[in-house]
């Protein structure tokens, strides 16, 4: 069964700390893997999509890292901000299918502190 | 900021009332799905449309129907809404046209704010 893991479930950090966020997956065949941020009561939005010949991409404070042999991925911040607290979500398409069917993982709750 | 919205943001309903959760992009994507998600939990896709007159069910079964006559619009309707269909509900859209092929730029879901629904 295609499976995406995510830990911690829930994590604390005082602001200006750097954290990371780990996913592992058991998807096959595998076509890419994203990482997303959810806000309380707003959709997810999109932060990184790596395909399997990526092993690192950065969008400003986050980065991600892939290794598509362990399947495994990482989601590093940097000097994490308050705005930084919300639910962060390993999402992994395979592609079996021209819809290229999503598995959602259940996120981990980041809570940022003054 | 991704120009897809949903209505109502928040709905309290009795059993057995219909209802039909609102979702519209403009941003002509082909693409639509809805997921449902409860607290803590993963998304499931519920429903997903690759445009115009198609829609297909996703991998969780749910006893709601979707339409898709326009390209914008991609609502959702519970018949007879029960306790059990108490969740919050997301809507997205993407690109076409590329499909998760490999070598080529994997598409971006964009997700409006959802709806949470609540029935009594």
């Known amino acids: 069964k295609n499976q995406v893991e995510q830990s911690p479930q829930s994590l604390i950090i005082l602001e200006g700390k750097n954290c990371t966020l780990q996913?592992?997956?058991?998807?096959?065949?595998?076509?890419?893997l994203r990482w997303y941020k959810q806000d309380t009561g707003r959709g997810p939005v999109s932060l990184t999509i790596?395909?399997?010949?990526?092993n690192t991409k950065s969008n400003g404070r986050y980065t991600a890292t892939l290794d598509a042999d362990t399947k495994q991925s990482s989601l590093h911040i940097t000097a994490s901000q308050l705005s930084d607290s919300a639910s962060y979500i390993c999402?992994?398409?395979?592609?079996?299918?021209?819809?290229?069917?999503?598995?959602f993982g259940r996120g981990t709750q980041l809570t940022v502190w003054p | 900021e991704a120009d897809i919205y949903q209505t109502p943001r928040y709905l309290v309903i009795g059993t057995g009332k219909k209802i039909t959760l609102e979702c519209s992009q403009t941003?002509?994507?082909?693409?639509m799905y809805w997921y449902q998600q409860d607290p803590g939990m993963e998304l499931h896709l519920i429903h997903y449309?690759?445009?115009?007159?198609?829609?297909e069910k996703g991998d969780l079964s749910s006893e709601s129907t979707v339409s898709r006559i326009r390209t914008e619009h991609f609502p959702l309707t519970l018949e007879s809404a029960r306790p059990s269909h108490t969740s919050q509900y997301l809507c997205?859209?993407?690109?076409?046209?590329?499909?998760?092929?490999?070598?080529?730029?994997?598409?971006?879901?964009?997700f409006g704010a959802g709806t949470r629904l609540s029935v009594l």
């Open positions: 790596m395909t399997f010949s990526e």
């Open positions: 999402v992994v398409s395979d592609r079996g299918s021209t819809l290229g069917r999503l598995y």
């Open positions: 996913c592992n997956y058991t998807v096959s065949p595998f076509s890419n």
């Open positions: 997205a859209s993407s690109e076409s046209g590329k499909g998760e092929r490999p070598g080529l730029a994997p598409h971006i879901q964009y």
């Open positions: 449309s690759y445009g115009v007159n198609s829609t």
């Open positions: 941003m002509g994507h082909d693409k």
